[in-house]
């Protein structure tokens, strides 16, 4: 029996009309050798999706702690601060794409979700259908064959409206008085944090005690506003080993770190390897942003 049916008309547009999204990049990280974290650091010019394949971690988007596992999907909208800590396991596999000319109506360039909706949310019964459309565009990406960088696009251009469907049908995240006021905490240490900052001069800022403040702060991202700052120098160091020519001891002074020793034992604490090694290994292609 020959099955007919017409496509439905549009009922909500996807894109907004006369820009597609263009897959920048493409990640694979697989088993514990590539679970190296990637601390706190954003993106001006580009959308970031990532999938847990398999696996777990703890992941900060935007000031908020998420705890990861499989079928999980992140969201990274341009310009909001993330901290990135796969676990070490043998298990982890883990996608992730950059991606560019990202536009939806009523919303800036690349940004998919508005700021009051959660960064991460499970596939559910869009699991296995994401898990082939990553392994196919992983494919043709490597693939270099003709047309293997349109399809990569138009496959990227599937898993994104998924991910809008996913998000739509799941109702807004209510911000309660606490999320505000450790967003507003997150801001002032965004503002500062290449300078000392004293939970003293902090709670002045925020007009609050200090015991209240660190609560709510650790409610908040998971982080006491110290160990904030120092994933947030950490990272911006990150950032500068990577897009830069400036030395260990320059990067480790443009991040506020005046003794290049201290800058030295944390980077290797929170990533886990020296910042130099750290360096070689992006320009080796082992690390990827």
């Known amino acids: 029996m020959i099955t007919f ?3 439905d008309p549009l009922s909500l547009s996807g894109f907004d009309s006369g820009l597609r999204p263009r897959l920048a990049f493409m990640c694979r ?6 679970a190296i974290p990637r601390v706190m650091h954003k993106h001006d010019d580009r959308f970031e999706v990532m999938f847990i394949r398999s696996g777990s971690g703890t992941y900060n988007i935007d000031g908020k702690s998420y705890h990861v596992k ?3 999907i992140m969201l990274f909208n341009a310009n909001v601060l993330h901290d990135e800590c796969p676990d070490a396991t043998d298990d982890l596999l883990i996608f992730s794409c950059g991606v560019e000319q990202l536009k939806i109506e009523g919303l800036p360039l690349n940004v998919l979700t508005t700021r009051a909706q959660p960064a991460v949310m499970a596939s559910g019964e869009c699991y ?10 992983w494919a043709h990406v490597n693939s270099k064959k003709l047309y293997s960088i349109e399809i990569g696009d138009n496959l990227l251009s599937v898993v994104l409206l998924l991910c809008r469907k996913i998000w739509i049908e799941n109702k807004q995240e209510q911000e309660d008085t606490h999320a505000l006021l450790g967003q507003r905490i997150k801001d002032y240490i965004d503002s500062h944090y290449k300078e000392d900052i004293a939970l003293s001069s902090l709670t002045t800022a925020m007009n609050m005690n200090h015991f209240y403040l660190a609560h709510v702060f650790k409610k908040y991202s998971g982080y006491s506003p110290k160990q904030y700052q120092t994933r947030r120098r950490i990272g911006e160091a990150q950032n500068l080993l990577l897009s830069t020519e400036l030395g260990v001891t320059e990067v480790a002074n443009a991040v506020g770190y005046d003794n290049v020793n201290n800058f030295h034992r944390i980077f290797h604490n929170l990533v886990g390897i020296p910042p130099a090694r750290y360096k070689k290994f992006w320009l080796n292609g082992q690390v990827r942003t």
């Open 5 to 7: 049916r017409l496509n």
């Open 29 to 34: 990280a697989e088993g514990k050798e590539d």
């Open 70 to 72: 499989q079928g999980d």
């Open 128 to 137: 296995e259908e994401l898990c082939l459309l990553f392994d196919q565009m």
